[in-house]
C-alpha cells in the first residue's frame, strides 16, 4: 500500500486519498510556482477506480527543506526514477502549463528507459515543444514577477494581502519559470510512441491553437485537442468534466470468463 507522501528514490509524490485496490492512476504535475496542494480536491470528485498521484517539486510544502531544483533535466531523472513503482498499472501523465513540458520530457525518459508507457500523455495550457516560448521573465523583479502571477490568476487570492506567503511564492516561481525558460527541447528526438492530448482554455492568451496543434510533431499518433471555457487556469473551473475525460482515455478493463 502507498503511503500519503513519498520521498524515496529522489522523488516525492503526494497521494491525498490512497486507492490501493484502483485499477488505474492519474500522475498530475502542477504548474510553475504550484504544489501538489493545489491538486488535493481532484481526489474527492475522482472516480472510486482513480487514484490521484500529485508530484510534489522540491523545495515547496512537505519538501520545504530541500533545495529547488530549476534545470529540467536533473528534475526529471529524479522523477523518472521516483516514480517507476506507480507504474505498475495503467496510468495517464497529466501536465498543466509548466507541468505539461515537464510531463512530456519525463514520458520520453520513461520511454527511453522502456518503463511501463503511460496509457496517454495530457498536456495543458503549453505549446508544444517547436514553439517553446522564449521568455526570460525569471530575471524580472518581484513586482514584475507578481504581475505575471496576478495576470495568470493561478493563486486565486490576493497575496499581497499575505506577505509571509507572497515572500515563499516569488523565489518558488522565479525558480519555476527558470526551469521552464532555461529548458531547450530536443526536437530531433524519437516521437513518443503512445497518444497524445492536448487541453487548454478557450481565452488563454498563453497559448494559440496552432501552438497547441504543434504537439502533433512529437507524436507518431494522432492527437486530440480539447478545448475548455476560461484562461490559463481554466482547469479550476472544469475539475469534473476534466475528470470523466481522462477517465475515458484508459482502455476498457479485460473481463475474464471462468469456465463452466
Known amino acids: 500500500m502507498l503511503n500519503a507522501t513519498h520521498t524515496n528514490n529522489g522523488a516525492c509524490y503526494r497521494i491525498f486519498k490512497a486507492r490501493p485496490n484502483a485499477s488505474k492512476r492519474l500522475i498530475i504535475l502542477p504548474h510553475a510556482g504550484g504544489s501538489a496542494s493545489y491538486f488535493r480536491h481532484w481526489a474527492n470528485v475522482a472516480d472510486p477506480d482513480l487514484e490521484i498521484v500529485v508530484v510534489q517539486y522540491p523545495g515547496r510544502e512537505n519538501r520545504m527543506a530541500e533545495p529547488l531544483v530549476s534545470d529540467m533535466n536533473r528534475l526529471v531523472s529524479t522523477l523518472a526514477t521516483g516514480l517507476k513503482p506507480l507504474l505498475n498499472k495503467p496510468y495517464i501523465l497529466f501536465g498543466h502549463s509548466m507541468g505539461g513540458g515537464i510531463a512530456y520530457e519525463l514520458a520520453m525518459r520513461i520511454q527511453a528507459y522502456r518503463y511501463p508507457a503511460p496509457t496517454q500523455l495530457v498536456v495543458s495550457a503549453v505549446e508544444g515543444p517547436s514553439c517553446h516560448h522564449a521568455t526570460e521573465i525569471h530575471k524580472a523583479s518581484d513586482n514584475e514577477m507578481l504581475n505575471e502571477l496576478k495576470r495568470l490568476n493561478g493563486t ?103 469456465a463452466p
Open 156 to 258: 486565486g487570492v490576493d497575496l499581497n494581502a499575505y506577505p509571509e506567503l507572497l515572500d515563499m511564492m516569488l523565489p518558488l516561481l522565479r525558480n519555476d519559470y527558470q526551469l521552464i525558460e532555461t529548458y531547450r527541447p530536443n526536437l530531433d528526438a524519437p516521437k513518443l510512441q503512445h497518444p497524445l492530448t492536448v487541453m487548454l482554455g478557450s481565452t488563454d492568451t498563453e497559448l494559440t491553437y496552432e501552438e497547441a496543434e504543434a504537439w502533433q510533431q512529437v507524436c507518431t499518433q494522432s492527437i486530440n485537442i480539447e478545448t475548455y471555457e476560461g484562461g490559463h487556469f481554466y482547469l479550476a473551473d472544469h475539475i469534473e468534466a476534466i475528470l470523466v475525460h481522462l477517465s475515458t482515455l484508459f482502455p476498457p478493463q479485460k473481463t475474464w470468463l471462468c
